[in-house]
């Protein structure tokens, strides 16, 4: 089907997707297959060996880039998988620009990964444009920014970020993880690259570890392309048949995530044991408007700090009922966590509760259940610990 003209909601099922040739089944088959038939050597009918591609890896890649508005996609074994091919872009010597909240596993790589390669990474505030803009050296070849942020859902000015980049002939690539391509299309504002973690809402049924990036440029594709093979972190197609199933329902998950957050972040913003709730979609946010400029809606993540110790924050998260304890976000079911002593541990105290990750931080991936279950089984946990 031809469908660069429909809306994210028709594409999202149907882009890249085509009834089989031979037998009309409707669904993308699971291509479990290394090798393929040539017709003579050297000739063959698009694919030679599967991890330089895969029928079925094909489908999802061309599925993904519909929804980013992209030319071309590329998908990896995980989102870590899609970082490091970025990363394999640079030589010794580049600086990167990055934001001083990037996802843990981001800052893992570029700090215990590729510092040993002689790269070099400065961490500043995103939100803070001249901040960016003054971190930017002759050397600098890439910006990598999030946004929304990871837990603080700070909101990152994707269209001048991006015009800093260019002025400074640097490649500015975002992690569109947090909002997705139906909330947030990066391409449209002037990025270069998207990446994503398709384990998130991509996939959204915590089922599948994958990622993808999406570009316009097909020079950019190409190297992409290049390290899909020369390196080897490509999904299966399994993996991949999981993340189609996925982005069919993106759409409708989506506005259910946003739906039930706003439910929560309102109904924390009045509660008594709470002291701060951290969501863009809220007025108070300080990444309020811009959120409302670059998104659609404001996502399913938000964060709030409880009125109350480290101890007593482990003891809500440890006894909600409905949301599961668990690292991880954007499937459809909801999970909670504490970031000082899960996802945010590796940060020193001091540097974490500077950066506003504080001990009582409680985050939350807001899933798609009924909204009332979600708040009552909050209200009883915080009630449990701090009444
Ligand atoms: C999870 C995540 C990643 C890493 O993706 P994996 O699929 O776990 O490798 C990268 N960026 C963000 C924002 C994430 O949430």
Known sequence: MDDDHHRIETRSIHA?????????????????????????????????YSRTGNPTRTDLEENL??????????????????????????????????????????????TQVYEDYELEFSFVDMTDLEAIEAAFRENTELLWLETPTNPL??????????????????LCAIDNTFATPYLQRPLDLGADIVSHSLTKYLGGHSDVVGGALLTN???????????????????????????????KTLPVRMDRHCGNARGIAEWLDDHRDVDRVYYPGLESHPGHELAAEQMDDFGGMLCFELDGSLEQASEVVSSTDVFTLAESL?????????????????????ERIEAGLTDSLIRVSV???????????LDAAIDAVLS
């Open 16 to 48: 890249g997707q085509r009834p089989d040739e031979d037998t009309g089944a409707l669904m993308t088959p699971i291509h479990a297959n290394s090798t393929y038939e040539q017709d003579a050597p050297g000739e063959h009918r698009g694919y030679e």
């Open 330 to 350: 954007g499937g459809v079911e909801s999970l909670i966590e504490q970031p000082a002593p899960m996802t945010h541990a590796a940060i020193p105290r001091e």
């Open 367 to 377: 899933g798609i259940e009924h909204v009332d279950d979600l708040i009552a089984d």
């Open 65 to 110: 880039a519909s929804l980013e508005n992209a030319d071309y996609g590329r998908c990896f074994s995980s989102g870590m998988g899609s970082i490091n091919t970025v990363l394999n872009l640079l030589e010794a010597g580049d600086h990167v620009v990055t934001g001083n909240d990037v996802y843990g596993g981001t800052h893992r790589i570029f």
């Open 217 to 247: 440029d097909p020079d950019l594709d190409e190297r992409f392309g290049f390290y899909q093979n020369a390196v080897g972190a490509t999904p299966g197609p399994f993996e991949c048949f999981l993340v189609l199933r996925g982005t």
């Open 153 to 170: 859902m700070s909101i990152v000015d994707v269209e001048g970020a991006a015009e800093i980049a260019r002025k400074h002939d640097a």
